[in-house]
């Protein structure tokens, strides 16, 4: 049974906590450091994405994706 809750409605997108997040990454309230285990290139994407880490990514479970950039093994 749905039962109605008093108030405005509720977004379930992430949109309205967007602003937020954005000035806590700004203002230092969050630290995305530990999240990411590395930044690579997009010629690096496939093998991230078959499993493989680079060798120097740290243990975070997130990859930053540069297309600006290439792989050290490719320069």
């Known amino acids: 049974m749905l039962c109605a809750r008093p108030g405005p409605p509720i977004s379930l997108s992430g949109s309205p906590g967007l602003a937020a997040a ?14 990411v285990a590395a930044t690579v290139g997009l010629d690096e994407v496939g093998a991230i ?12 479970p997130k990859f930053h994706v540069d297309p600006r950039r290439t792989s050290e093994a490719g320069t």
């Open 22 to 35: 954005i000035r806590a990454y700004a203002d230092g309230t969050v630290d995305p450091r530990p999240l």
């Open 49 to 60: 994405l078959a499993g493989r880490r680079p060798a120097n990514a740290g243990p975070g």
